[in-house]
């Protein structure tokens, strides 16, 4: 599956953004997602993520609040919706698929769980 994010920009802190990941080449609903974030220098964060049917969804506490994981298996595509910005969440946004073979599904949080990753998007929140 291919994924590429869209919906990054400049907001200032306060703000809200919403990010889209557009999947193709697989069938959508047989992919948990995820949501990821890498800051210049640090280590490449979980943020959320949501299961094959988009009823389930985790988040990590950093985000927790201010941040909604969603998904549209019509139209193949996820969603971070970001509330509430602070500076400290800019970073390049990454989403991610892991295809699962049966309908059980685990909320992994670890970035090695995720085979398929997008190109990632900037958020920049300026103070």
């Known amino acids: 599956v291919q994924l590429v994010e869209s919906g990054g920009g400049l907001v200032q802190a306060g703000g809200s953004l919403r990010l889209s990941c557009a999947a193709s080449?697989?069938?959508?609903?047989?992919?948990?997602m995820a949501w990821f974030r890498q800051a210049p220098g640090k280590e490449r964060e979980f943020v959320g993520c949501?299961?094959?049917?988009?009823?389930?969804?985790d988040y990590a506490d950093s985000v927790k609040g201010r941040c909604t994981v969603s998904r549209d298996n019509a139209k193949n595509t996820m969603y971070l919706q970001m509330n509430s910005l602070k500076p400290e969440d800019t970073a390049v946004y990454y989403c991610?698929?892991?295809?699962?073979?049966?309908?059980?599904?685990?909320?992994?949080?670890?970035?090695?769980?995720?085979?398929?990753w997008g190109q990632g998007t900037q958020v920049t929140v300026s103070s």
């Open positions: 080449g697989g069938t959508f609903s047989k992919y948990g």
């Open positions: 949501i299961s094959l049917s988009g009823g389930s969804t």
């Open positions: 991610a698929a892991r295809y699962y073979s049966s309908n059980y599904y685990y909320p992994y949080r670890g970035s090695q769980e995720y085979e398929y």
